[in-house]
């Protein structure tokens, strides 16, 4: 945890939260500095902040996330992820449903491919008539469709595969 306030505060609130390390009375540039070195020790880093002092490490964390209802403009700017809620437990979903959407997407886009890529094949033999291809496009346009709409039933049950 990093904080700009006092270190009596930050022990208090770390040990309320579970957290085993903190770091407190940081400016700016330290907490920029922990997230740089976090970066080089871990690869990937998340930051979670609510204010101006956190906007810097924020953006140089991996994943910047705001926290959206007591947060500055400035750190809501300059984060990748707004929490409305300020919820740190939806923290698991949101990483989920990210991961399914990217999944979808991914899926989506063979998909697509594929079906072009095959009325592509039955167009040089002469096979492909315009209703087939206009069929194949509108078809492939519902599909990838319906499946992307498949995310608005993603629920905390499905957090499992996140993981």
């Known amino acids: 945890m990093l ?3 006092n270190p009596a505060a930050a022990a208090a609130i770390a040990s309320q939260a579970g957290t085993d390390e903190f770091r407190a009375e940081l400016l700016p540039e330290a907490k920029l500095d922990a997230v740089t070195s976090l970066l ?3 690869g990937k880093v998340a930051m979670v902040g609510d204010g101006v002092n956190d906007a810097p490490a924020l953006a140089t964390a991996t994943i910047g996330i705001a926290m959206g209802g007591a947060g500055t403009d400035t750190a809501l700017e300059t984060a990748d992820i707004a929490l409305m809620a300020d919820d740190l437990t939806q923290l698991p979903f949101t990483v989920g449903l990210s991961r399914a959407a990217l999944r979808t997407i991914k899926i ?3 998909f ?3 079906i072009k890529m095959l009325a592509l094949l039955l167009m040089f033999p002469g096979w492909l008539t315009l209703w087939m291809a206009i069929m194949a496009d509108m078809g492939a346009s519902i599909v990838v469709t319906v499946n992307g709409m498949r995310l608005l039933r993603y629920d905390r049950a499905s957090r499992t ?3």
Request: glycine share 20%; charged share 20%.
């Open 3 to 5: 904080t700009g306030d």
């Open 112 to 114: 697509a491919i594929g």
């Open 161 to 163: 595969s996140a993981r």
């Open 108 to 110: 989506n886009i063979a």
């Open 40 to 42: 080089g020790e871990y």
